[in-house]
Structure formats: C-alpha cells, structure tokens
C-alpha cells in the first residue's frame, strides 16, 4: 500500500529531485527553520501553493525520521539529499500525477505502445499497464498495442520504470495508420 503525501512533502521531495541536494549554513541550531526558510526564499513557487512555513518544517522532519531523506552536517553545511527509498517515492509520485499533455496543434503522428509481457512477469503486470495506458487516454487497438496522438516518451518510460518491463515495451512514432479515422475521431483530431 502506498503512502499518500501532502503538497509540502511532494514539493520538497520534487524539489530534491530536480536539484540533487539542498545545503543550508550549519550556523544555527534551528537548522530545519534555516533550511526551510532556504526553500521558501529559493521556491517562490511553495508559498504561492499555499504551503506553510510550519508544515514544510514538519515535513522535513517526518521525510527525515523515516529515512527518506537524510540530512547530514557536511563541512559547515546542513546537506539534504533523497535517499534510495526517496527516489523511489518521487518516482511514485510522478507516476501517480502523470498526464500525457495535449499539443495546441497536433503534429500528425500516432505514438504506439505496444507490449509483450512474458507470463512469468504476472498476468496482474500487464494488466496494470492496460489500466495505466487507459488512465492516461490511450486507445486501445489490440489487447497489447495503445495509440495516443501526443507525444508520451517520458511518461511511457517512467511505466516502464516502476512497472520493471523496459526490454517488453516499445514505442513507435508513426505518421500514418490505415484506417486511422477512427482514431482521429476518438481523439476529437478531426470533426465529423
């Protein structure tokens, strides 16, 4: 089972991603308030989404104790880094928030995904790959192959990641596919 995390602890945590690390001067006692002060003067962004001063505080903290991420005291500096059990955390977090972006002007090009699963992966993987592609608006030509007008390579690849099937999957990029009307129509690309 998954543990759901607020916004101040998914920003943190994304934050650490995207940057590596944070380090904030080891002159205070009251690190965590230098750190997060740190975060909120370098993150606009985390007060415009409402997130609080004091629970950005206790999310480090709570991030901290639970070993996903680790805060060290390295050469006059408080350094925070993700951890392994972090990153896989930011991973889930990107996968349970992902979207496929819809293109103002589609490229007229159909992404494929087509996958072969071997039985010894588990029925249960490929059926949570069909649920995946489902939620992300792929269309379903056959059992195994989804089309999706948009571009997806990052978000395919980060299900292929979490779900450990990259050597099962693959995308093509394809300009044409007969009787793609059907999928034009679907995709609301063209009017009837």
Same mark, same amino acid.
Request: some cysteine.
């Given at each position: ?6 916004? /101040? ?61 680790? %805060? !060290? ?16 955390? &930011? ?29 010894? !992966?588990?029925r249960s993987m490929r ?17 195994? &192959?989804?089309? #999706?007008?948009?571009? #997806? ?5 980060? &299900? #292929?990641? &979490?779900?450990?099937? $990259?050597?099962?999957? $693959? ?7 007969? $009787?793609?009307?059907?999928? /034009?129509?679907?995709?609301?690309? %063209?009017?009837?």
């Open positions: 089972m998954r543990i759901k995390y607020g916004d /101040a602890a998914k920003t943190v945590l994304l934050i650490l991603m995207a940057s590596g690390m944070i380090a904030v001067a080891a002159t205070s006692p009251y690190f965590l308030i230098a750190l997060t002060k740190s975060l909120l003067r370098e993150k606009k962004y985390l007060a415009d989404r409402g997130i609080k001063e004091k629970n950005l505080r206790r999310s480090l903290a709570g991030l901290n104790k639970n070993k996903i991420v680790v %805060i !060290k005291n390295e050469k006059d500096k408080f350094v925070v880094r993700l951890t392994e059990k972090g990153r896989s955390i &930011v991973k889930e977090i990107l996968f349970d928030d992902m979207k496929i972006e819809k293109q103002k002007s589609w490229d007229k090009k159909w992404r494929i995904v087509i996958f072969d699963i071997p039985e010894k !992966k588990r059926d949570a790959m069909r649920f995946k592609l489902q939620l992300l608006g792929f269309y379903q030509m056959q059992k195994s &192959v989804w089309v #999706c007008p948009y571009p #997806c390579e990052k978000e395919i690849q980060l &299900v #292929c990641e &979490v779900f450990d099937i $990259n050597p099962y999957v $693959n995308l093509i990029t394809a300009e044409k596919i007969y $009787n793609d009307d059907v999928l /034009a129509k679907h995709f609301k690309l %063209i009017h009837s």
